[in-house]
């Protein structure tokens, strides 16, 4: 199963996702979107287009009278009235009015308030009139909202549905289990009301009447409860409400809400968008992208409202955008948390792994670091520091330095007065003419220097010094001075530091700030500085170095240069940044772009330092560049995975170093000049030799014994000439001839003493009994010194951790003439071994894959085989029970006499040859 790193934060996004989703389609949010039309409606942003298809008529009274309710219906017929409709409380007309007004005349009643039959006794009342019924309007989220459709009638043998008067006016089919959702625009512009009189009275025009639907009811307000709606000041009438009921059927303009499955789309969608978009914005740009979208939504909102009668669902889209705006936010707060928390533990661990010292403002107290750092510059017999009381112009001492604190003759402490004052006024190292402190000596100078910095005053340097000689009071006072304001700045700094520390510390500002509780950001903040003030210093450091530093990656790119070596490339007409390795060797050594690769890939593949000359350069002309393979190192205490593992032959790049040899060059100058005198004055001596003993020759011929000396001594000085000519061939053309510029002559018993010294735990650990076999004076080899110490290293530890607790290691060096002149050194060990086979297989593979190998064996066999580079060779058996054996062969630095060399046999050269059992030490 793939490894999801990000698992969490995907199910939460998800769930909340779903959640949103479902609290929308099941209306969740409805009243907040009733809430936003209505107050569209009562700031009156919303007004209705259509002009309202109703006519509302106020009788004078609770009920009218037959003759005047026939002389109404008539009037409004002849203006053209579309119908007549007499609503409740006002009384039906009495049945000899009502055969007059059947035609043009509806007469309603509370649905319910006699049930669908006319009980017996009041059937006069609707006799021969047409009769509807008046639906009570629906209350809902604080306001009365819609007008029903029709009721249920729960009759004798059946429920029957009863329509209300409007779908009786309009006709039709309606689905009467609906509600009219009434449509509160129209009260912005109101509804057309007129009362009876003016009617009766003939003021009505017909245009305010034609095709209208006239409702006629009593205006008395206590005669109908008052519905409370929106867009509406005050509550409206039975008549009112019935009024809009109609103007909202008639203009077919009810509200209209978009269908759920509609709003959990548009939900669904916003969220994710928001999930994508709150990722790229800070929290205060998100917050005003919310603000705009909801502002926008509302707008839209209003759009859809005025011109098709929609509510939108702009709460739905609100809570989605405010949830998604904090999800989004909690999410990332929780990932720098988490973040913040592991990038703490890391910085932990390094700062763990160095040691990085407190620094002088963040350490407890200043005083001590002061005292080392004056003991460490001055040459003082006695220092003693002390601090001016805040708030007070008295002093106390603090700290002593090669005395006590208890050695202060002088009792007073007021630093308005003698000697201090004094020391004020000198405004530097006053030299005081009575004795400050006690025990003073007979050639001791005492001073008091004061510590001011801006004005203030921080406290007093008492000080006493021997004169030696050629002492020189003005350069002393001199540096006194210079070090007593350097020290007053640190103090004075680190005052003003500590007074917004304690005003950052205070609890209500902390409060406010948001600064009380966990504060890891703090933490990180701090350890970062202390890993950046040690970045800088290294970098400062780094820059400081005369030795010029470029490291390049295997692919060619500066990762790090310093000062020295961009003045050098500078001077040599080279543009580090724009060049590549390669460019840049070719251009600095003045090599052939092959042989540039060829040096390039020694380094990498074999992991060997190449040394290379440098062209002359002006101002540089002793130059040589190292080349420098670095690699990262395995043992990490806090076990994180470096980025070299993932590089090519897990390297971090190629180091150029440009050193400056022109000292040593003098010195091996020197050396030689050295030499060649010694040389000329050994000829010099064998010559004189020579010609002695040509001119005693004719003296010593008749004799056995003389031709023998003289044989002997010519033996002799054509020994010691041949040495003096092989010593003088080897040190000019030994490195060009066999190519390799990274070797030196190296003393191979040196090396191998030192890489016992440096495993000498583990011998101890195991016991094992070293026997070790080497000339008293062994010959030098060519070796490239650092690569085959580290050769001898690996091969030690592999030896030692192959080896049974109290066996053997031994170590034999010889020397042979045949095939050619070389020295055998032969490491072997009491052990568990391997097969002969794995290690033929491990032995077979290519050097390149064997030394980047993780394992120690395949690494140890790769640097074995890499010792062909520069002339050595290496051959490695091992036995089952039996352990491993080790043979490498190097080339000498020979000018041995090889007639005493043939006399021996070619055998092994060697005498007083040395072994050692010690267990502990050898």
């Given at each position: ?11 939460a ?20 979107n ?5 107050w569209?409606f009562?700031?009156?942003l919303?007004?209705?287009?259509a002009?309202?298809?109703v006519?509302l ?20 017929d002849?203006l053209g ?12 007309p ?9 035609d ?9 308030e ?5 009980p017996?006794?009041?059937a006069?009342?609707?006799?021969g009139?047409?009769?509807?019924w008046?639906t ?12 029903p ?7 004798i043998?059946?429920a ?15 689905d009467?289990a ?5 449509n ?7 509804l ?10 003939g003021?009505v025009?017909?245009?305010l ?26 509550p ?10 109609w ?12 269908a759920?499955?509609w ?8 969220f ?9 914005l800070?929290v205060v ?11 926008g ?6 759009w859809?409202?005025?011109?098709f ?5 702009v ?16 999410a ?7 973040t ?10 390094a700062l ?6 407190e ?13 080392v750092f004056i003991?460490?510059?001055l ?5 003693i520091?002390?601090e001016r ?7 106390r ?6 005395c ?7 009792q007073?402490r007021d ?12 405004r ?8 400050f402190?006690?025990?003073k ?6 001073y008091?220097t ?5 004005g ?14 050629n002492w020189?009071?003005e350069?002393f006072?001199?540096n006194?001075?210079s070090f ?9 700094h ?13 609890l209500?500002r902390?409060?406010?700030?948001l600064?009380?509780?966990?504060t890891p950001h ?10 950046g ?7 400062a450091?780094?820059d ?5 530093a ?6 060619g790119?500066v ?12 001077e040599?007409?080279l543009s ?26 020694h380094?990498?593949l074999?992991?060997?330092?190449v ?10 002309q ?11 190192h395995s043992?990490r ?17 190629l ?6 040899m ?8 020197f050396r030689?000049?050295?030499?060649h ?6 000829r010099?001596?064998?010559s004189?030799?020579t ?13 056995a014994?003389?031709?023998r ?10 020994g010691i ?5 092989q010593?003088e061939?080897?040190?000019?053309d030994?490195?060009?001839?066999l ?30 009994d070293?026997a070790?076999?080497w000339?008293?004076?062994?010959s030098l ?5 650092e ?13 030692l ?9 031994f ?5 042979h ?26 032995w ?7 030394v980047d190998s993780?394992?120690?064996?395949e ?12 002339g ?6 091992t036995?089952v ?11 000498t630095l ?9 006399e021996?046999?070619h ?5 007083q ?7 502990d030490?050898?």
């Amino acid at each position: 199963m793939p490894n999801i790193r990000n698992w969490r934060e995907i199910i939460a996004s998800l769930l909340l996702l779903a959640l949103l989703v479902a609290l929308s389609v099941s209306g969740v949010w409805r009243n907040g979107n009733l809430t936003f039309s209505d107050w569209l409606f009562n700031s009156g942003l919303v007004a209705a287009e259509a002009d309202p298809q109703v006519l509302l008529v106020e009788l004078d009274g609770p009920s009218v009278q037959p003759q005047a309710l026939s002389t109404l219906v008539s009037e409004l017929d002849a203006l053209g009235a579309r119908a007549s409709v007499l609503l409740p409380p006002a009384q039906p007309p009495s049945a000899q009015a009502a055969a007059l007004a059947t035609d043009a005349l509806l007469v309603t009643r509370f649905a319910g308030e006699y049930g669908t039959q006319v009980p017996e006794g009041e059937a006069w009342l609707f006799q021969g009139a047409r009769t509807s019924w008046v639906t009570a309007p629906q209350f809902d989220a604080g306001y009365f909202r819609a007008v029903p459709a029709g009721f249920v009638d729960q009759g004798i043998n059946q429920a029957t549905a009863i329509p209300a008067w409007f779908v009786t006016v309009q006709g039709g089919e309606r689905d009467l289990a609906d509600a009219v959702a009434l449509n509160f625009a129209f009260l912005e512009n109101g509804l057309p009301t007129l009362n009876q009189r003016q009617i009766l009275a003939g003021e009505v025009i017909p245009e305010l009447v034609q095709g209208r639907v006239v409702l006629m009811a009593t205006a008395d307000p206590t005669a109908s409860p008052g519905y409370q709606v929106p867009g509406a000041a005050e509550p409206l009438n039975n008549l009112q409400i019935q009024g809009l009921a109609w103007a909202t059927v008639a203009a077919d303009a009810e509200l209209r809400f978009p269908a759920p499955l509609w709003i959990g789309l548009v939900v669904g969608l916003i969220f994710l968008f928001n999930l994508f978009v709150f990722q790229w914005l800070s929290v205060v740009n998100g917050a005003l992208y919310s603000l705009v979208v909801v502002v926008g939504f509302g707008l839209l909102g209003w759009w859809l409202l005025e011109a098709f009668d929609t509510l939108p669902p702009v709460a739905d889209v609100t809570a989605a955008q405010l949830v998604s705006l904090l999800f989004v936010y909690q999410a990332r707060r929780y990932t720098e948390a988490k973040t913040l928390t592991t990038m703490l533990g890391i910085t932990h661990s390094a700062l763990f792994e160095r040691y990085v010292p407190e620094a002088f403002n963040d350490s407890e107290s200043p005083w001590p670091k002061l005292v080392v750092f004056i003991n460490q510059q001055l040459n003082l017999s006695r220092t003693i520091l002390l601090e001016r009381v805040s708030g007070d112009h008295r002093v106390r001492e603090i700290q002593a330095l090669n005395c006590s604190i208890d050695d202060i003759a002088e009792q007073r402490r007021d630093y308005e007065r003698t000697p201090y004052s004094d020391a004020l006024q000198h405004r530097g190292a006053l030299q005081l003419r009575r004795a400050f402190l006690e025990r003073k000596g007979d050639q001791e100078l005492e001073y008091l220097t004061p510590l001011i910095y801006a004005g203030e005053v921080l406290g007093f340097w008492a000080l006493s010094v021997v004169p030696e000689e050629n002492w020189s009071q003005e350069a002393f006072e001199n540096n006194i001075a210079s070090f007593a304001s350097q020290i007053s700045e640190l103090l004075y700094h680190r005052q003003q530091l500590e007074r917004e520390r304690a005003r950052q510390r205070r609890l209500g500002r902390r409060i406010l700030a948001l600064n009380v509780g966990r504060t890891p950001h703090e933490q990180l903040r701090s350890a970062q500085e202390l890993l950046g003030n040690r970045l800088l210093s290294l970098e400062a450091m780094f820059d400081n170095l005369d030795t010029g530093a470029i490291m390049y990656d295997l692919f060619g790119q500066v990762l790090q240069v310093n000062a020295r070596a961009l003045e050098i490339a500078g001077e040599a007409k080279l543009s580090v940044y724009r060049m590549t390795a390669l460019d840049f060797l070719c251009g600095l050594c003045d090599l052939t772009q092959d042989d540039a690769r060829r040096q390039l890939r020694h380094a990498t593949l074999k992991r060997a330092l190449v040394r290379l000359p440098v062209k002359p350069i002006n101002g540089y002309q002793g130059l040589i560049l190292l080349i420098r393979p670095i690699s990262e190192h395995s043992d990490r205490p806090d076990g994180r995975t470096g980025p070299g593992l993932f590089m090519p032959f897990k390297l971090l790049g190629l180091s150029f170093e440009l050193v400056d040899m022109s000292h040593t060059r003098k010195a091996l100058g020197f050396r030689d000049d050295l030499l060649h005198q010694l040389a000329l004055a050994i000829r010099d001596r064998l010559s004189r030799a020579t010609l002695a003993a040509r001119l005693a020759a004719p003296e010593l011929t008749p004799l056995a014994s003389g031709q023998r000396v003289l044989s002997a001594l010519r033996g002799t000085v054509e020994g010691i000439e041949k040495a003096l000519t092989q010593v003088e061939e080897q040190m000019e053309d030994r490195r060009e001839a066999l190519r390799l510029a990274s070797t030196t002559p190296v003393n191979l018993v040196r090396l191998v003493e030192d890489a016992l010294l440096r495993n000498q735990s583990p011998l101890n650990e195991k016991r094992i009994d070293l026997a070790s076999d080497w000339p008293y004076a062994p010959s030098l080899i060519w070796a490239d010194a650092e690569v085959l110490s580290r050769v001898l290293d690996r091969v030690l530890v592999l030896l030692l951790k192959d080896a049974t607790p109290d066996g053997r290691l031994f170590i034999t060096l010889s020397e042979h003439l045949e095939p050619r002149q070389q020295a055998r050194l032969v490491l072997s060990n009491e052990g568990y071994g391997l097969p002969q086979q794995t290690l033929d297989r491990i032995w077979n593979q290519s050097v390149a894959d064997l030394v980047d190998s993780d394992d120690p064996l395949e690494e140890t066999m790769g640097m074995l085989k890499s010792l062909e580079s520069w002339g050595g060779r290496a051959q490695v058996s091992t036995r089952v029970g039996k352990g491993f054996r080790l043979e490498m062969d190097f080339s000498t630095l020979g000018f041995r006499d090889e007639h005493i060399l043939s006399e021996r046999g070619h055998g092994p050269v060697g005498n007083q040859m040395q072994s050692g059992h010690d267990n502990d030490n050898s």
